[in-house]
């Protein structure tokens, strides 16, 4: 699992429309909020994190999500929420392998491997400012917009 102060595993993946997302391009511009969660159009914060898309604008931080699902699923869970943020498609699991966000879940009595939902705000310069794991998403995003706007 990732700690405060080491600096960020590197991503390269498209996003709902096909657009690659480099965080080497993303350095130096602003603050990042990297969203993790399970699977599209599953309850959570993702629609939360839309909401106050503008708050987190004003605090100078992107947005994105992040799952295992398609472009193609990511696309269509946007566009029937009408989610504006941008939902990264790590469809072979290395991101979330390198972010620590894959790990055994248990429901039900079942144990199984999947996305635990998590958060990474990163600093300027690519650096892990806060790494919260096993978030639950009501009021998440609240919280995370006040850790930014903290940096």
Known sequence: MLQPGEQAPEFSLPDADLERVDLEQLKGRRNLVLYSHPKDDTSGCTLEFSDLQPEFEAADAQVLGISKD???????????HGINIRLLADTEGEVCDAYGVW????AHGKKRMGIVRSTFILDRDGRVRHALYDVKPKG??????ELVRGL
């Open 70 to 80: 398609s472009c193609s699923s990511h696309g269509t869970f946007r566009d029937k």
């Open 103 to 106: 790990q055994e879940k248990e």
């Open 140 to 145: 998440h995003a609240a919280r995370i917009l």
